[in-house]
């Protein structure tokens, strides 16, 4: 936490975890998650990601509105995500056990943590890139020394990581701003921004690929909206998350889409080539680059170690102390520099590869929660028993996991990913449409029959979410 100290501010190590949050400890407005959203698009991974629509073949303007249909689509779920945080008061996986059962939500949960482990790696390495093109150290050194730092600020935890976001998001607006009008004035050849050349299946690819962006902050949303009051506006806490994501990664993917045509081979040296354009002042864009995959690096150690503590504490009753904390973090941390340093090499292959196998697992889990949340229980939830074995969500939830695995397999057909095509996708030319089965599918399958579940129930439907907050504090 940040406390006032003679006038002063200073750092104190986060002191929950997984636990309610109690009113007496809930500040801040719904307005501070815009910057934190804003921020965390604000990097050179969401570029290289708008890069993906022009070698999939599409001109830049079809990559453009690709990019914002798809952006304006997946951040509905993931905005309505952040809307559970002030309500629960606690992070977004954990909330999982009233779908799954404690126990059965350690399935999306180990998925979730390969896409923490997956989008570090992929940050990092255009971090230690980009530190590479201004100092003389090798890869491998830039990559531990990126851990390092992630690792001290993921250890202070929620306050510090939104005080670190607002500044960040201050000093991305006016370089970005400057940027822009840089990239703008590049040549650029006129076909380029003509509607004519149209290709179906490369357009629902690059759909897919924004949608999934979006969908990708899902696992953490709530994390970081927690501790707002539980009074706080749920309209506010949408439109902040929304309006900060989706300004965010359009600006940054449409500036990746318009710098792969304008630059040759942008995308081999993203952070140098992009701080080039700077000239002299080329410095001050490294310095943002290297800080922008910190910032949201963070997010990743950040909700690791919040799955890493649900997925244990159903088995070991602990407190996490300072101590826990850190041992935690700093094992988790380990793991994927590890990770990273094992997976030097062609980055946007990698990086290509990930964005969709994450897809197929997340959407599917994204879906059944928001249909739980919003439509079967109205957001009315026993937070006690989230954290009871024994409670009214059960050691597991079949029918959760079963909509959620079937939804998974029926993917298959439709997937199209360098590694894999689908023989519908193959049908389709190559249209990538999984996702939209990963979010429809999974809800009627858990709709319908849990529907049935909850009607049949002797008990109420939910208990209050405040009730029984007391005996929840400490986990």
Request: net charge neutral; aromatic share 16%; hydrophobic share 55%.
């Amino acid at each position: 936490m940040l406390k006032k100290s003679n006038g002063g501010m200073y750092v104190k190590v986060e002191t929950r975890s997984i636990e309610y949050v109690p009113e007496n400890e809930r500040h801040g407005k719904a307005r501070d998650l815009f910057p934190i959203w804003f921020g965390a698009n604000m990097n050179i991974t969401t570029l290289v990601s708008g890069a993906l629509p022009i070698m999939l073949g599409l001109n830049l303007f079809w990559s453009i509105v690709a990019i914002i249909i798809g952006a304006l689509i997946g951040a509905i779920f993931m905005a309505s995500h952040s809307v559970q945080g002030p309500r629960l008061g606690i992070p977004q996986m954990i909330q999982s056990r009233a779908q799954f059962g404690v126990i059965g939500a350690i399935i999306p949960l180990f998925l979730v943590m390969f896409i923490y482990l997956g989008f570090f790696a992929s940050n990092t390495l255009l971090a230690a890139q980009t530190i590479g093109d201004i100092l003389p150290i090798g890869q491998t050194w830039n990559i531990i020394f990126i851990g390092a730092i992630c690792f001290v600020v993921a250890l202070y935890g929620y306050d510090l990581i939104h005080k670190v976001q607002k500044w960040f998001s201050a000093a991305s607006l006016v370089l970005f701003l400057i940027m822009t009008v840089i990239v703008f004035l590049l040549p650029v050849p006129a076909e380029q921004w003509v509607s004519s050349e149209f290709n179906l299946s490369a357009f629902l690819l690059s759909v897919s690929i924004a949608v999934t962006w979006q969908l990708s902050y899902a696992p953490y949303v709530a994390d970081y909206s927690r501790y707002l009051p539980t009074n706080t506006p749920p309209k506010q806490t949408f439109w902040y998350s929304y309006s900060g994501t989706v300004i965010g990664a359009v600006w940054m993917m449409a500036l990746g889409a318009v710098l792969t045509i304008a630059i040759p081979n942008f995308a081999d040296n993203t952070g140098g080539n992009l701080a080039g354009l700077f000239g002299s002042f080329a410095i001050i864009m490294f310095v943002l680059i290297i800080f922008g995959q910190l910032a949201i690096n963070v997010f990743n150690l950040y909700g690791a170690f919040m799955s890493s503590i649900t997925t244990i504490e159903p088995f070991f009753k602990f407190r996490v102390t300072p101590k826990v904390r850190f041992a935690f973090l700093l094992v988790i941390t380990i793991v994927a520099t590890g990770l990273c340093i094992l997976g030097q090499g062609n980055f946007l292959d990698f990086f290509l590869n990930f964005i969709f196998f994450m897809s197929y697992f997340l959407i599917p889990w994204t879906s059944i929660n928001l249909v739980d949340y919003y439509v079967l229980r109205s957001g009315e939830y026993s937070v006690k028993d989230i954290f009871d074995l024994n409670g009214k969500y059960g050691k597991v939830n079949w029918i959760a996991s079963f909509a959620f695995v079937a939804s998974i397999v029926v993917e298959i057909p439709f997937v199209n990913a360098s590694f894999y095509v689908g023989p519908i996708a193959n049908l389709l030319d190559g249209a990538d449409l999984a996702w939209a089965v990963g979010l429809f599918l999974p809800a009627a399958l858990y709709y319908f029959p849990m529907k049935r579940k909850l009607s049949r129930s002797d008990a109420p439907l939910e208990a209050n979410v405040l009730g029984g907050m007391n005996e929840v504090e400490e986990v």
